[in-house]
């Protein structure tokens, strides 16, 4: 069993993910995302859709991309 790095739970069925030359382990998906998923830099919410990046800054839609002055991106529905 392998400890989750989040919640510390001892989980028979915990997983890995190898990001950017590192090893983490969960025991779920919502500590994963918790660890892992990039914050908006506009509202400050966990980006765990598609987002948008722009030089190296993370926002949760275009919306916000826009807010903070980055011009260019437009959100397709």
Excluded: L, T
Aim: some cysteine; hydrophobic content about 40%.
């Amino acid at each position: 069993m392998a400890r989750c790095e989040v919640c510390g739970n001892d989980y028979a069925m915990s997983f890995e993910v190898h990001a950017q030359g590192e090893v983490h382990v969960f025991d779920c998906f919502a500590c994963a995302i918790h660890r892992m998923a990039p914050i908006c830099e506009h509202c400050s919410c966990q980006v765990i859709g598609q987002g948008v990046e722009s030089e190296g800054h993370w926002y949760c839609g275009a919306h916000c991309a826009r807010q903070e002055g980055v011009d260019g991106i437009v959100a397709h529905v």
